[in-house]
């Protein structure tokens, strides 16, 4: 099969089409024809082992220390189960499935746990539409119900509000009842209107930590603020929540615990249960897939740098196989 590969640490330029052995399923999985896949900005912290502050040595340990371990990146897919390993009751060949896989989707092919993050892809939805999902809104999710544990009627600041991780946030915040503040560059007024943001900051005209007391939880997809920065412009028992936290956000977490704001730091896990939960929010039309481009798979090399630049509006997509663009009832 074709897949993207990297035996290197570098630049987007080291991800190229190579051939790689086919994973054959093992009794317990499905392998997957991947129609299309994200490049997040998970893909280019391992692929560049950009890894903040005194996460660089796990990071790298986790990766693999002089050089990759798995060659072929990709978390979050979409496609057609061609075939079932002989435990697997789940799921059947011919089946439509989407699902975060933890690496291995920028390929043709990816071998996935049955009782992974997978689950049946609604008719509704195309699978690049389908494939824009997992990352984002799954963390998206985790982070906003379960971390910060967001109450209707409270206000949220979403900091990155369009990107790959944003753009499912300020969605999900408006749909647990939130009034949302959307952070973002220039130009993505009309994006995050229709996302549901109440109220939206551009940072380059407005400085989102000027505001006094106006938010009970922020939420920073980003990396761009810090809780000395935000905290006073969380209420009184007001929650800082970094998604990408480093040693410098440990170190906050100690000291908040000695004032009248808090910094909560967790990472997501990915379920089939959650992915469940957001195909129910999608059912409802409260969330949908924010794509920012499509690209072909022989130019994911490209598509790494798109997201590196940091600029995306929702999430960046890699097609893999044809038929992607349109929904399984037309």
């Given at each position: 099969m074709?897949?993207?590969?990297?035996?290197r640490y570098g630049s987007a330029d080291t991800v190229h089409l190579a051939e790689h052995p086919t994973p054959a399923p093992g009794p317990g999985q499905v392998l997957v024809r991947v129609h299309a896949a994200s490049v997040t900005t998970a893909d280019w912290?391992?692929?560049?082992?950009?890894?903040?502050g005194i996460l660089w040595l796990p990071g790298r340990l986790m990766t693999g220390l002089f050089k990759p371990k798995q060659p072929v990146l990709g978390t979050s897919?979409?496609?057609?189960?061609?075939?079932?390993?002989a435990q697997v009751t789940r799921f059947r060949t011919g089946q439509r499935v989407f699902g975060f896989v933890g690496s291995g989707a920028h390929a043709e092919y990816v071998a996935v746990d049955e009782d992974g993050a997978l689950v049946e892809t609604p008719e509704a939805l195309t699978d690049a539409e389908a494939a824009a999902l997992p990352f984002g809104a799954l963390s998206a999710l985790v982070f906003l119900r379960d971390v910060a544990q967001v109450q209707p009627g409270q206000d949220v600041l979403i900091v990155g509000a369009s990107g790959g991780v944003g753009a499912y946030?300020?969605?999900?915040?408006?749909?647990?009842?939130?009034?949302?503040t959307a952070v973002a560059g220039p130009g993505r007024e009309t994006l995050l209107g229709g996302l549901g943001a109440d109220r939206i900051v551009n940072y380059r005209e407005e400085n989102?930590?000027?505001?006094?007391?106006?938010?009970?939880?922020?939420?920073?997809?980003v990396g761009a603020t810090t809780?000395?920065?935000?905290?006073?412009a969380l209420k009184p028992g007001g929650l800082f929540v970094p998604l990408n936290f480093t040693g410098k956000d440990m170190l906050h977490a100690l000291r908040a615990?000695?004032?009248?704001?808090?910094?909560k730091l967790a990472v997501s896990g990915d379920t089939a249960d959650d992915l469940r939960a957001l195909t129910d929010m999608i059912g409802k039309g409260e969330v949908r897939?924010?794509?920012?481009?499509r690209w072909p798979f022989d130019r994911i090399a490209e598509a790494h740098a798109h997201v590196e630049a940091r600029h995306s509006a929702g999430t960046v997509i890699v097609e893999i196989a044809r038929g992607t663009s349109h929904k399984a009832a037309a």
């Open positions: 074709k897949a993207a590969i990297y035996t912290r391992m692929r560049a082992a950009a890894y903040p897919m979409a496609g057609e189960i061609v075939a079932t390993g946030a300020t969605q999900i915040a408006k749909a647990l009842g939130a009034r949302v989102p930590a000027a505001a006094r007391q106006a938010y009970d939880v922020v939420l920073d997809t809780w000395p920065e935000m905290r006073r615990r000695f004032d009248k704001t808090r910094v897939a924010v794509i920012d481009s």
